[in-house]
């Protein structure tokens, strides 16, 4: 399935992706997502990583890897990926989901909690 400029963008914003200014990248984030799609998740990663590296601030890219290591079960390095997207992003929805879960996987449910209703109370 590919990306449509009316969907929702992945950075978090609510914006579709036609009027987020993550639109210049509509082609590269449908790559990643065939990939995600396809389970080819560590393919999906290093490609993530790769355009971080001359993106390093883009919170879509940050988003997909947050998915990613999710999806990997790659805890610790989800902990990282999700504080430098919060510390971009403070006042993201899925950057403070992705620091619920990592709260999650620590077992500090009040802030797990916390982090949750925050995001989900995000206009």
Not at 20 to 41: N, P, S, V, W
Not at 83 to 100: E, T
Request: aromatic fraction near 6%.
């Amino acid at each position: 399935m590919s990306l449509n400029i009316y969907d929702i963008c992945p950075c978090g914003s609510g914006k579709k992706i036609k009027f987020c200014t993550c639109h210049q990248y509509l082609a590269e984030m449908e790559k990643i997502t065939r990939m995600i799609e396809g389970e080819q998740f560590v393919a999906a990663l290093d490609h993530i990583n790769s355009l971080l590296k001359t993106l390093p601030s883009e919170p879509w890219l940050l988003a997909l890897k947050c998915s990613v290591l999710l999806r990997l079960g790659e805890i610790e390095s989800l902990e990282e990926a999700s504080a430098r997207f919060i510390r971009l992003q403070p006042d993201n929805p899925l950057a403070k989901i992705n620091r619920s879960m990592v709260a999650l996987f620590r077992q500090s449910l009040d802030e797990a909690a916390s982090l949750y209703l925050q995001a989900i109370s995000s206009p």
